[in-house]
């Protein structure tokens, strides 16, 4: 309560301006938890000049390498605009086929999701996180 009470003239301001894109950008901190060992994977969405979406969570699980942690971050950061840009299409804010730009600072990650030659030295990543292949 002491939080809401000192934060409560807080905001976002979003400006009246014709261009409304979406763009992302997302960080891993690959094993950034002592105890566990698991990575924390976070991302925020921006539309215009403001913030829409955004998170900061731990991996469900512990990846062998920072490529590892930071393309199950790329493919949740995915997840997250596939579903945003299903809600601004539904309330006529951008077009279903409008790009988005998801910023990374992973260059193994980037990469991997652009290249779609499967590596040997890739294997111990899921097969599942491979769909972001087709999203880019």
Same mark, same amino acid.
Do not use: P
């Given at each position: 309560m002491r939080y809401i009470k000192t934060t409560v003239h807080y905001g976002l301001f979003y400006e009246a301006?014709? *261009? &409304?894109?979406? @763009? +992302? @950008?997302?960080?891993? *901190?690959?094993? +950034? #938890?002592? @105890?566990?060992?698991?990575?924390?994977?976070g @991302?925020?969405? #921006?539309? +215009?000049? +403001?913030?829409?979406s955004w998170s900061s969570k731990k991996q469900p699980i512990v990846a062998l390498s920072t490529t590892e942690a930071e393309y199950r971050?790329?493919?949740?950061?995915?997840?997250?605009? &596939?579903?945003?840009?299903?809600?601004?299409? *539904?309330?006529?804010?951008?077009? #279903? =086929? &409008?790009?988005?730009?998801?910023?990374? =600072?992973? &260059?193994?990650?980037?990469?991997?999701?652009?290249n779609l030659v499967y590596h040997a030295r890739t294997k111990h990543i899921e097969v599942y996180y491979h769909f972001i292949k087709e999203k880019v």
């Open positions: 301006r014709k *261009d &409304m894109h979406v @763009y +992302g @950008y997302r960080d891993v *901190d690959w094993v +950034g #938890s002592a @105890y566990d060992k698991r990575s924390t994977n @991302y925020v969405f #921006s539309l +215009g000049s +403001g913030g829409v971050g790329a493919a949740i950061a995915v997840c997250e605009v &596939m579903w945003l840009k299903k809600l601004l299409d *539904d309330v006529r804010l951008l077009h #279903s =086929d &409008m790009r988005v730009v998801i910023l990374c =600072d992973n &260059m193994s990650s980037i990469q991997l999701a652009s």
